[in-house]
Nanobody, 122 residues
């Protein structure tokens, strides 16, 4: 199983980025997907998730209304559209997949991508 995250970069506060995570080696449509982030010196934290059935989404309070998670099962890809970015959004962003449940605990996710750096300048 491989999850390949991309789309990170440097952006000014107020700007936008879209992250992508392409998956292979798994039956993508049967997995819930999540985005997490980890800033230097901090623990990895939940950002957003999307279920495999019904595609219900969940967001951390800190990104609600600014970020949107979506998936394209035909392309085996999950996206994170990030708008109105703030300096505190600076982190390495990781995508993850789990087949059972769709919670916010990173320990419950089975597979992880390598991470993509997002830096928001003030």
């Amino acid at each position: 199983v491989q999850l390949q995250a991309s789309g990170g970069g440097l952006v000014q506060a107020g700007g936008s980025l879209t992250l992508s995570c392409a998956a292979s080696g798994l039956t993508f449509s049967t997995y819930a997907l999540g985005w997490f982030r980890q800033a230097p010196g901090k623990e990895r934290e939940f950002v957003a998730s999307i279920r495999q059935y019904g595609w219900r989404t969940a967001y951390a309070d800190s990104v609600k209304g600014r970020f949107t998670i979506s998936r394209d099962n035909a392309k085996n890809t999950v996206y994170l559209q990030m708008n109105s970015l703030k300096p505190e959004d600076t982190a390495v962003y990781y995508c993850a997949a789990r087949q059972v449940g769709s919670g916010r605990d990173p320990a419950e996710y089975e597979y992880w991508g390598q991470g993509t750096q997002v830096t928001v300048s003030s």
